[in-house]
């Protein structure tokens, strides 16, 4: 019943949990220009996948943010078993409550709602240079820098440069 009410929680809040296919994940990483030592957060993690990518493929320091009980758990088993302990972070924490100063960039595969709700702490927290990379839905009042939507079968990517 716990993990049920986290999913709940977590849906409810930003988004459901939905895995991405690692070509979209990189997808992201490449309009993201993430270089090697940036600090890369992702927000509502799942199994961690995109913080895996952002260490293992980009060199990048990355910590995911979780609040849902079973993808928290699959991410950390997943950490462990790829040796990235200590270079890809996984907390079980709601985003909305975490400091986005230190983020050189910020993911984000969250529903309309979250994102309008997440905008005015991007908007505050964020430094003058972070990229915001958002998978299928953009960030309402914002012009993206950049989209990644090379055909009508692919998910749009939207790029925001704070």
Same mark, same amino acid.
């Given at each position: 019943m716990l993990i049920l009410g986290t999913f709940a929680l977590a849906g409810l809040s930003a988004a459901p949990w939905v895995p991405l296919w690692k070509k979209d994940v990189i997808r992201m990483m490449r309009l993201a220009n993430i270089k090697p030592g940036e600090v890369v957060y992702d927000l509502g993690a799942g199994d961690g996948r995109i913080i895996i990518i952002a260490v293992r493929e980009f060199g990048a320091q990355s910590t995911g943010f979780e609040f849902a009980v079973l993808p928290y758990i699959l991410? !950390?088993?997943?950490i462990l078993a790829s040796g990235l302990r200590g270079k890809a972070k996984l907390k079980y924490a709601n985003f909305f409550f975490q400091d986005?100063?230190?983020a050189d960039v910020i993911c984000a595969f969250l529903t309309p709602r979250a994102m309008e709700k997440l905008k005015p702490k991007l908007e505050k927290? @964020?430094?003058s240079g972070c990229r915001i990379v958002s998978y299928a839905f953009s960030i309402p009042g914002w012009t993206p820098t950049k989209i990644d939507k090379p055909n009508t079968k @692919? @998910?749009?990517? !939207?790029? !925001?440069?704070?």
């Open positions: 991410g !950390y088993i997943k986005f100063s230190q927290e @964020t430094k @692919t @998910t749009a990517v !939207y790029l !925001y440069q704070r």
